[in-house]
């Protein structure tokens, strides 16, 4: 029996569950196929929205911000991945996304963060989440904070907004059919108008693998070996139960199934310097979406573009010290966002890198630990402390032990002091409030090269995927005609973060892509 929806959406994270929610206000029977219970990558994130241009959330907390001014930052961001008229659109209807968001059952505050760091703790809900403030980016756009973190304690954030947003869609009429993998679409006349898939229709087994797939979660990311025994007994489940079925949509297919950083294939493929990032998602960011859409003509861009978070806050007091390539040499201003930092220690410094520390740094990072720390970032830090460091007496001895020529580190350390006593500033224009000489035995050394490691990963996630059509989010073919009915959205097409990404950005660029999907794939049904 062929199933009939108005539109039919491949994946429930948050591209997914906003194209419902928005297709489902305009009247459209929506069905949705996920491969595992919803939620996707986004449930496991920080939830951290990436929004600005005036929001209720930053004026009730004092900040002042324009569209104009937040297109000035992204810009420096995007760098041109998607045009400028795309660009100023999401600016200027940032604040309305947030009111939607709102709208929906998301909940932020305007309780700002007072220190640099890479994820505020609890009592904090809107953070300069990006490079904001860090040079060069702050000499073309006044700072401002604009990630909007969903109120919840920890790193539950993720899962709460997409809890909140999930019960929206389901009382609004939406459909979820979980452990659903679609394999095939069907194609008329060059056009998609349905999909066919595998699904678990048996509610007791479907209970079984969601009690499997929980307690991979979150530890899986950190500890992947873990995680995957679990994904494996998941996968044997559904392999042993799932049926055939097939679904059709007058309106349209929207893929919103994630990115490819599970797919060991691709990732040897197009990762490059970044093939030793922890993995950040789940199993179904495997590529299938992507592949999907090049299965009926689809084109992909930016493949090789990725994201790995080597973090250097919290502490801020870790942001004082200096960050040097395995040649001695300075990586960048350590003060800009972590990602952007990874970036330049990937493809200059061959993703090796230390961070340099003297003991009047070490002390203060150490009794800044409890206040301005989650659990998860206290557990790493631990680590650091403990373990996770080289110690010496001197510089030159320092420099032996992590196997770094001594004379070129002593150059890059000399400079950066001497930047900051003359009052000429520091070399590499890291932000004055952020600068202490390194001058005090003794002396230490954190390794934070790229790695996937239990005690001290890098997590990351690919950028790239299928172009589409910034209009309409339709799949665009390689001679730039669209493809009718087949839509991308999320991780799954190239959209506003696929350059570089900044905490926030990916689940606001999932928002605005899944809502325009989800309203043209809409319109397309009731014609």
């Known amino acids: 029996m062929t199933e009939k929806a108005d539109v039919i959406i491949v994946g429930f994270g948050i591209a997914g569950v906003c194209a419902a929610i928005e297709a489902a206000d ?51 961001e995007v760098k041109g991945i998607v045009s ?54 702050i000499e073309h756009a006044e700072p401002a904070p604009r990630g909007h973190r969903q109120v919840a304690k920890g790193l539950n954030s993720g899962k709460e907004l997409m809890k909140r947003l999930m019960c929206t869609a389901f009382e609004k009429g939406v459909e979820l059919r979980p452990l659903s993998r679609v394999h095939e679409l069907i194609m008329e006349n060059g056009a998609v108008v349905g999909v066919r898939y595998r699904t678990v ?18 530890l899986g990311n950190w500890f992947p ?4 025994k679990f994904d494996a007994q998941a996968e044997r489940l559904w ?18 199934a994630g990115g490819f950083v599970y ?43 990725m994201t790995g978070w080597r973090f250097l806050s919290p502490p801020t007091a870790f942001t004082e010290g200096v960050a040097i390539g395995p040649s001695g040499r300075r990586i960048a201003n350590e003060d800009l966002y972590g990602a952007t930092f990874t970036h330049i220690m990937v493809t200059e410094h061959g993703a090796r890198g230390f961070l340099i520390l003297d003991s009047n740094q070490w002390k203060k990072a150490r009794e800044q630990l409890k206040t301005q720390t989650q659990i998860f970032q206290r557990l790493q830090l631990y680590y650091l402390f403990t373990l996770g460091h080289k110690k010496a007496g001197s510089l030159e001895e320092l420099a032996r032990r992590i196997d770094v020529p001594a004379d070129a580190m002593l150059e890059t350390i000399r400079a950066y002091n001497e930047g900051i ?30 790695k996937n490691s239990a005690a001290f990963p890098t997590p990351g996630l690919t950028l790239g995927g299928l172009v589409v059509d910034e209009d309409t989010g339709l799949v665009k073919k390689e001679n730039g005609e669209t493809i009718p009915g087949l839509y991308a959205a999320g991780r799954t097409a190239v959209g506003i973060c696929s350059n570089g990404y900044i905490s926030g950005l990916s689940l606001a660029d999932g928002v605005f892509s899944g809502r325009r999907a989800g309203a043209h794939a809409a319109a397309q049904a009731k014609a």
Not at 28 to 52: I, M, P, T
Not at 246 to 252: D, H, N, S, T, V
């Open 26 to 76: 305009a009247g459209a029977k929506v069905l949705v196929l996920d491969r595992s219970h919803g939620g996707g990558a986004s449930a496991l994130s920080g939830g951290v929205v990436y929004a600005g241009g005036g929001t209720r959330i930053q004026k009730e907390a004092g900040v002042r911000d324009t569209p104009e001014n937040m297109f000035n930052y992204l810009k420096q």
């Open 201 to 218: 229709r048996d509610p007791s087994v479907v209970a079984r693998h969601r009690r499997l797939v929980q307690r991979s979660g979150k």
């Open 84 to 137: 400028d008229r795309t660009l100023m659109r999401f600016c200027e209807t940032s604040p309305a996304m947030i009111e939607w968001l709102i709208g929906n059952g998301a909940e932020f505050r305007g309780t700002v963060c007072p220190f640099k760091t890479s994820y505020p703790t609890d009592p904090h809900y809107l953070y300069y989440s990006g490079n904001e403030k860090a040079w060069p980016y």
């Open 225 to 228: 070996k873990y995680g995957a």
């Open 239 to 256: 392999q042993a139960h799932a049926q055939e079925a097939e679904a059709r949509a007058a309106g349209g297919v929207i893929l919103s």
């Open 263 to 305: 797919n060991p294939n691709m990732m040897e493929e197009h990762a490059g310097g970044y093939r030793d990032i922890s993995p950040l998602g789940t199993a179904g960011d495997d590529g299938a979406g992507i592949m999907l859409g090049v299965s009926a003509g689809g084109m992909t861009r930016y493949m090789h573009h």
């Open 421 to 450: 006593k003359s009052g000429n500033g520091d070399p590499f224009h890291k932000a004055e409030d952020l600068c202490s000489p390194i001058e005090t035995g003794p002396f230490y050394a954190i390794d934070i090269s790229v």
